[in-house]
């Protein structure tokens, strides 16, 4: 279903790490030079009948939040990205 009603930007990066906050892992913001994640950036098709799908599958330890990534080709985009709640 989310492959039929997306279309894939590319690979990307945002400025963040990696936790583990027990029973969850999940990507935090972080302002270190050196922090990275790198995950995929999809288009939504239709995001106002796929992000509350989304948002039910993540569950309440995550945060949805509009975040800067830059793709591998350089550009800059804002996405969508589950943050761990804090």
Not at 15 to 29: A, D, K
Not at 38 to 58: C, T
């Amino acid at each position: 279903m989310f492959h039929a009603n997306s279309e894939f930007l590319g690979t990307a990066r945002m400025q963040g790490r990696l936790v583990r906050s027990h029973p969850h892992r999940g990507i935090v913001r972080s302002n270190k030079p050196g922090d990275w994640v790198e995950g995929e950036v999809f288009q939504l098709n239709d995001p106002s009948m796929l992000l509350p799908i989304l948002d039910e599958y993540e569950g309440p330890a995550y945060k949805r939040t509009s975040v800067p990534v830059q793709l591998d080709s350089g550009k800059r985009v804002r996405a969508w990205m589950y943050l761990l709640k804090a």
